[in-house]
């Protein structure tokens, strides 16, 4: 059986790349009503806490376990591992919000107006002009654990290092100092983020930008001004990026051209998109494309939230006009605003960023009303962390819960021999001495059974520990470096875009044999696993949890999403000076190291899984072991009457009990893993959410 079935193939001509469009799903409906703010709202601050509360208390969880395990001698280094990922995984968590939109609608001014209000200014300075086109990311950097500004040069897009690469060379960022203490130093240095530069037409393409959408130096006409930065980070300590809140602000459609990797890699990774149009430019070309080419090619996974939202509704408000028909125009706006997006008017969520700022800073309610700014922010956030809920679930509590179930079944078996050996004691009646001679004879005879077939295990165990060198050896790093080391020479000297599509489809044929090799050999490992477990539990008697198979058909869906994702790559994605252009080589490079590292992790995982299969199998030895032997000293004591019969029995009557305690325990645990919900249920909904499905059709 083959695991490849849905590879996409590669189409090797740029005119030839398909161009899916995904249906899209928005899970919420606003209504645009009068009143809305009567709903009872909550903002992003109390969220996100209500997130942060659900964490720490998974967290609490997972502590409580891990003492557990100890108290029942079942902590080991394997199960420690395990649980050391999880713990770290769940601190780890970001929420990520992407704001995507033509430059000028909005974006940066409605972040400040969502999130940093209260510093009571513009924190991040929102422009007018069309070259303020720096991709912003706005996260707390936990491991330096300090606030700082990093700006890539933009001269770096020359080069063949992809984003993701530099993200881990911090050295080659430009570094500017942020006082976090002062609103006016912040906004001060974070105005660097929008610096300038006067390039040549010629330089300008070099650096993958399209000159028709560059402002012109005014008396220089060969001249034109393009970003100083290429990308920004900005780490800084406000409560709700301590809390793992991350933020993508990301300039026009000029810079999402260019740069193929942040559509194509970083907005695929966002909890929720922001697409943000503009009331007072309606829905222009330009705005069509950053919907039909960036937003619709996202890959729209189930926990994606999507939000159409129309700003600058302050545009449409005229003193003179009533309440009424200032309304009616923001409503004629949405239904126009959706028809061209092929949207349910619904779900076009109308606000004012601006109006929504002032009204925060100046703490003006009606403002604030007008403005829906708290709508939104409402929709947002709760959509949010409800989808950030079920991935969590999916991943820190399902394994948690498998963690507390392979272990209980340890506990349990524990439990079965104490009730065996309860059983054979209470034979005993008054001091028969003779008996106790029998049973000591009988656990001698137990003793050598375990220990003959205690020997079997390892040839079986080892046998797959071979099976697992093959399995590392088909995607060992020898293997690779041929292809990827091939597949990078090219690339540098491919001159033609069709011949680095080309180039790449050849790549990815050699990737897929190499995963046909491993799905067959994993079908074969898995094979040798099962019969292992089957043999060790007919043998020993044992009830063993069901063996999690080698995990190729996860394997294989993650290869196949980093090919998905370089197949995205196509023509309309780039202007058409950016032929043959270095941001592709790049892009293609930047593949070839995912796929690398895809491989890298794929050999942990193997070495891993092999433990996980092994390691319970040497606890259940070892704890049988430690019962047999420890069952012999207590008849031996028995038979010279140091102690008596109805004292031992009582005392296994106490360890049955504490062990019935404590499996009542771990179940506990387990519950309050999935009764645990984020949000209370007793709590009231915003009353404008209601889950529908619109399908977007594509051109
Ligand atoms: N009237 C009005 N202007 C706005 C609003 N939001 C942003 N602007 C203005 O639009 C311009 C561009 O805003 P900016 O946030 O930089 O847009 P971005 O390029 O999408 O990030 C700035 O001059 C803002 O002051 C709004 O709600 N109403
Ligand atoms: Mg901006």
């Not at 996409?8 to 005119?15: C, G, R, W, Y």
């Not at 939104?376 to 999916?394: A, G, Q, R």
């Not at 895809?598 to 199998?617: E, G, H």
């Not at 109805?646 to 296994?652: I, P, S």
Request: hydrophobic share 40%; charged share 25%; net charge neutral.
């Amino acid at each position: 059986m083959t695991y490849i079935a849905d590879l996409p193939s590669f189409s090797a001509s740029l005119d030839i790349q398909e161009s899916k469009i995904y249906p899209i799903t928005f899970k919420y409906r606003f209504k645009y009503q009068k009143k809305q703010n009567e709903a009872m709202t909550q903002n992003f601050s109390e969220n996100i806490d209500q997130f942060s509360n659900w964490k720490s208390d998974i967290g609490k969880t997972l502590s409580r376990f891990r003492l557990w395990l100890r108290r029942n001698d079942l902590f080991n280094e394997d199960i420690d591992k395990r649980l050391f990922k999880l713990q770290e995984s769940l601190k780890n968590e970001y929420l990520t919000i992407g704001f995507v939109g033509e430059f000028s609608r909005g974006k940066t001014e409605l972040i400040n107006a969502l999130f940093f209000a209260d510093y009571g200014q513009r924190i991040l300075p929102s422009e007018a002009g069309r070259t303020t086109m720096c991709p912003t990311e706005l996260f707390f950097d936990k491991k330096e654990n300090r606030p700082y500004l990093r700006l890539l040069p933009i001269e770096t897009r020359l080069e063949h290092t992809t984003l993701t690469e530099y993200r881990e060379m911090p050295n080659l960022w430009t570094e500017v100092p942020l006082m976090t203490s002062s609103a006016q130093e912040m906004t001060l240095a974070l105005h660097t983020i929008t610096q300038v530069k006067k390039v040549s037409i010629g330089e300008a393409k070099e650096l993958g930008f399209d000159p028709d959408m560059l402002e012109r130096c005014g008396d220089l006409d060969e001249m034109v001004e393009v970003p100083a930065w290429r990308h920004a980070l900005v780490s800084f300590p406000h409560p709700l990026l301590k809390q793992g809140l991350c933020i993508l602000d990301t300039p026009g459609l000029n810079a999402l051209g260019s740069e193929p990797e942040l559509t194509l890699k970083l907005l695929p990774q966002v909890q929720a998109i922001v697409f943000l149009l503009s009331a007072d430019t309606g829905v222009t070309a330009s705005d069509m494309s950053v919907w039909e080419d960036y937003i619709q090619k996202v890959e729209h996974k189930d926990e994606l939230g999507l939000f159409a939202v129309l700003n600058k509704i302050d545009t449409l408000w005229d003193e003179l006009s009533s309440r009424k028909k200032i309304d009616k125009a923001v409503k004629r706006m949405i239904d126009t605003t959706a028809r061209q997006l092929q949207i349910d008017p619904r779900n076009v969520l109308p606000v004012s960023a601006q109006k929504g700022l002032v009204a925060k800073v100046r703490k003006d309610k009606s403002l604030l009303v007008k403005s829906h700014i708290e709508e939104l922010e409402n929709i947002l956030s709760t959509n949010l962390l409800e989808n950030k809920e079920k991935i969590v679930s999916s991943s820190v509590i399902e394994e948690t819960r498998l963690l507390i179930h392979e272990s209980l079944q340890i506990l349990n078996q524990k439990h079965e021999q104490l009730s065996k050996q309860k059983t054979e004691l209470s034979t005993l009646t008054g001091d028969n001495k003779e008996k106790i001679h029998q049973l000591i004879e009988d656990n001698k005879v137990t003793f050598i059974e375990f220990q003959k077939k205690s020997l079997s295990v390892s040839p079986s165990q080892r046998l797959l520990e071979k099976q697992t060198q093959i399995l590392l050896s088909v995607i060992g790093s020898k293997v690779l470096s041929k292809e990827v080391e091939g597949t990078l020479d090219e690339l540098v000297n491919s001159r033609t875009t069709i011949g680095l599509f080309r180039q790449m489809k050849q790549f990815f044929i050699a990737i897929n044999a190499i995963m046909v090799e491993l799905s067959r050999e994993a079908e074969l490992t898995n094979k040798m696993a099962n019969s292992l477990y089957k043999k060790f539990s007919s043998d020993f008697n044992v009830d063993l949890f069901e063996l999690r198979p080698f995990p190729i058909i996860k394997l294989n869906k993650q290869l196949n999403q980093i090919i998905r994702q370089s197949n995205k790559l196509n023509k309309n994605m780039f202007t058409a000076f950016t032929e043959q252009s270095i941001a592709v080589k790049r892009f293609f490079a930047g593949t070839v190291t995912d796929v690398m590292n895809f491989f890298k992790t794929t050999r942990k995982t193997t070495i891993d899984w092999t433990q996980s299969v092994i390691n319970p199998l040497n606890q259940q030895l070892r704890i049988h072991h430690h019962m047999i032997i420890s069952h012999q000293q207590e008849l031996e004591a028995l038979k010279k009457s140091e102690f008596n019969i109805e004292g031992k029995l009582k005392a296994l009557n106490n360890l049955l009990t504490d062990i019935e305690i404590e499996r009542d325990t771990a179940l506990e645990l387990s519950g309050t893993l999935v009764d645990k919900k984020l949000f209370d249920s007793a709590r009231p909904k915003p009353s404008n959410i209601v889950h529908l499905k619109a399908t977007v059709r594509g051109k």
